[in-house]
């Protein structure tokens, strides 16, 4: 059952699907980090639980309806305490189930959604304008674009679950969509996880590549999206960081939405960097970087990682992963450091 979000008003009514997976219920802390204890699998196995929803914003040709995805173990139940939220942010190229909760029988986990369930989160994700389930229309959905749509999401999620701020991850694009919202609406950002991101793209050989179609970009509000350009993004940096039959999976999926897709954020990251003023992101922030990404040099975030505000902050690197740190073979790596950054203790004020 789809949710929709009529009014700011009205509270969606939570129903869903029971998903049936081997994964340990972690208890949530509401408004805070999962607790020890939470940190730990239980020994009896749980389901994920799932609900799609649609958040709606104003367009130029009327009601724009964004489709919302929500995981977590078990269903919510009236009057249990809120679990931490995470809302995952997808790119420029790919949608969020496909980016997020991609199905890979014989090629290992590769949902974010289920894993970080499992670890105790209320996972949501959300198609953006003119991206897989949510309406089509004929902008060109950039980041600015972006940014509106989180605003109308995650007002829904805040709505479900009471909780007042969420964790944000945004890959690639995505995290320059997140990077942006988290300065439009600091009240609503808890951490900030920002992957293969790019700050003004200086000696990026990627963004080089596609700057090359600048005019294209100027004067289309899509681009071709088809099965070899998918394949391209597991091998443009480094050929064998990313299983090759996950490509084609991710193509099937994918491909189901058409073979377009905006050409918005492609003109943001070639045109308009930076589009995130580090000095305005409160948030406790963590980059994470694919050894090999061609989207950002080294030097390119450490200048925007020393401008952030926050002390609370991580700049970390991962060896054996190109720009897709959601969908490469050392994926692991990637759970593991945006778990242990959002669960971080509190800090103890001194006595």
Same mark, same amino acid.
């Given at each position: $059952? ?18 049936? &997976?081997?994964?340990? &219920? ?20 749980? !389901? *994920?639980? +799932? ?25 919510? !139940? ?14 420029? +190229? *790919?949608?969020?189930? =496909? ?11 590769? +949902? ?13 994700? $959300? ?23 989180? !605003?109308?999401? *995650? ?5 479900? %679950? ?6 944000? @991850? ?26 293969? @991101? ?5 000696? =990026?050989? %990627? ?10 970009? #100027?004067?289309?509000? $899509? #681009? ?9 993004? @597991? ?10 039959? &996950? ?7 994918? &491909? ?8 918005? %954020? ?15 992101? /409160?948030?406790?922030?963590?980059? *994470? ?7 950002? %040099?080294?030097?390119? /975030?450490?200048?925007?990682? !020393? ?7 991580? @700049?970390?690197? /991962?060896?054996?992963?190109?720009? =897709? ?13 945006? #778990? ?12």
């Amino acid at each position: $059952m789809i949710h929709e979000d009529r009014s700011p008003s009205r509270r969606a009514v939570i129903a869903g699907a029971g998903i049936g &997976l081997g994964a340990g &219920l972690l208890p949530g802390i509401a408004q805070g980090e999962p607790s020890k204890a939470a940190i730990k699998k239980a020994s009896t196995p749980s !389901k *994920i639980w +799932s609900a799609e929803y649609r958040a709606k914003k104003p367009g130029k040709q009327g009601e724009v309806s964004l489709y919302m995805f929500r995981k977590r173990a078990g269903a919510p !139940k009236a009057g249990e305490a809120a679990r931490p939220v995470l809302f995952l942010v997808h790119g420029s +190229s *790919i949608s969020s189930r =496909s980016s997020f909760d991609l199905v890979s029988p014989g090629h290992g986990e590769y +949902s974010v959604m289920n894993t970080f369930a499992e670890y105790g989160f209320d996972v949501w994700t $959300m198609d953006h304008e003119n991206y897989g389930r949510s309406t089509r229309t004929d902008g060109n959905a950039d980041i600015a674009s972006g940014v509106e749509d989180l !605003k109308a999401g *995650i007002d829904v999620v805040v709505r479900e %679950t009471g909780q007042q701020k969420v964790h944000i @991850f945004g890959e690639s694009s995505g995290a320059l969509r997140a990077g942006a919202y988290a300065m439009a609406r600091p009240d609503r950002v808890g951490r900030l996880v920002l992957g293969a @991101f790019t700050y003004k793209g200086e000696g =990026s050989p %990627t963004l080089a590549q596609r700057a090359k179609q600048l005019d294209y970009y #100027r004067t289309h509000n $899509m #681009r071709p999206r088809d099965r070899e350009m998918i394949r391209s993004i @597991f091998t443009r940096d480094k050929p064998g960081t990313s299983d090759a039959a &996950l490509a084609d999976i991710l193509a099937d999926e994918e &491909l189901k939405f058409g073979d377009q897709v905006p050409t918005g %954020t492609y003109l943001d990251m070639t045109a308009n960097l930076p589009v995130v003023d580090p000095a305005k992101v /409160l948030a406790p922030v963590l980059l *994470i970087r694919g050894e090999y990404d061609g989207i950002a %040099t080294v030097d390119d /975030l450490s200048d925007f990682y !020393k401008r952030l505000p926050s002390g609370d902050r991580q @700049f970390v690197i /991962l060896p054996g992963l190109a720009h =897709s740190v959601v969908l490469g073979l050392n994926r692991q790596q990637f759970w593991h450091v945006m #778990r242990a950054f959002l669960t971080m203790p509190p800090l103890t004020a001194a006595v």
